[in-house]
């Protein structure tokens, strides 16, 4: 029966300095990643699936795969929001986990839309992050129904005004927010278009890395000419 100790040492002999050194452009604290593929992350991931107590040991470890482990095996519904705050702040060094971990847990839980909003004024940089991020994955998982149109709308106006001024990485969510506005919630499309005209070109570090920053006017053009818009998540896991 695997345990959080014969999982680490599993990662750590797994781990590849190339992809330590790649995982370290995007974001990552070097001294918190052993450089494991996400295929065998997933891979561990399937092994332990269902094992919430071993998923949030795992997260607690800090080692950035086992992280990563914990965000596709833990029930967001099932933990509280004590829990979540402490994921929020256990990966301010660590981008892909704050940006994509943090928030596939949270939206599951009932409490996602009030951490969301709480997040998004963290002085923290990768907890503001995390906070745009969740509330991008309410946008793509819940019914439009189930959303408040005019808080979004109120969070699209803060982005126009704030989103050039903001720290590195809460740029790139807001952007995404927009983007997920756009994508996601269709009574706000024409909202949506209007902020991303107005954002245009969005600056933002990517480090030593090729990725490149949507814009967000074109990439909404993109899902509306696909016929996807309004198109809902089952998850965000990916």
């Keep these: 029966m695997p345990n959080a100790k014969t999982i680490l040492a599993d990662l750590k002999k797994k ?20 450089g494991v593929s996400t295929a065998d992350m997933k891979s561990v991931a399937k092994s332990i699936r269902g094992n919430q107590a071993l998923a949030c040991e795992l997260y607690e470890t800090g080692v950035m795969e086992a992280m ?56 923290k940089e990768l907890v503001a992050a995390a906070g ?4 991008s994955g309410l946008l793509a998982t819940r019914n ?28 790139y969510t807001m952007n995404g927010f927009v983007i ?9 499309l024409k909202k949506a278009k209007a902020v991303a005209a107005q954002i245009g070109d969005v600056s933002v570090d990517m480090g030593e890395t090729a990725c490149q920053v949507p814009i967000a006017s074109a ?6 000419k696909a ?4 198109k809902k998540r089952k998850t965000l896991r990916c």
């Excluded at 016929?227 to 309004?230: A, E, K």
């Design 15 to 34: 781990g590849k300095e190339k992809t330590r050194e790649i995982y370290s452009r995007h974001g990552m604290n070097p001294d918190r990643v052993y």
């Design 68 to 123: 990563y482990i914990a965000g596709m095996v833990a029930d967001g519904a099932k933990m509280s929001a004590k829990e979540l705050q402490a994921w929020a702040e256990g990966a301010v060094d660590l981008q892909m986990i704050a940006e994509y971990t943090v928030p596939w847990v949270t939206v599951e839980n009932q409490a996602a839309r009030e951490l969301a909003l709480k997040w998004m004024d963290s002085k």
């Design 132 to 135: 745009w991020c969740t509330y």
């Design 144 to 171: 439009d129904a189930d959303l408040d149109l005019a808080e979004i709308e109120r969070l699209l106006d803060r982005v126009a005004k704030e989103i050039h001024s903001a720290k590195n990485r809460v740029r």
């Design 180 to 188: 997920s506005v756009g994508s996601y919630v269709k009574p706000l």
């Design 219 to 224: 990439y909404i053009a993109k899902i509306e």
């Design 227 to 230: 016929g996807r818009l309004g």
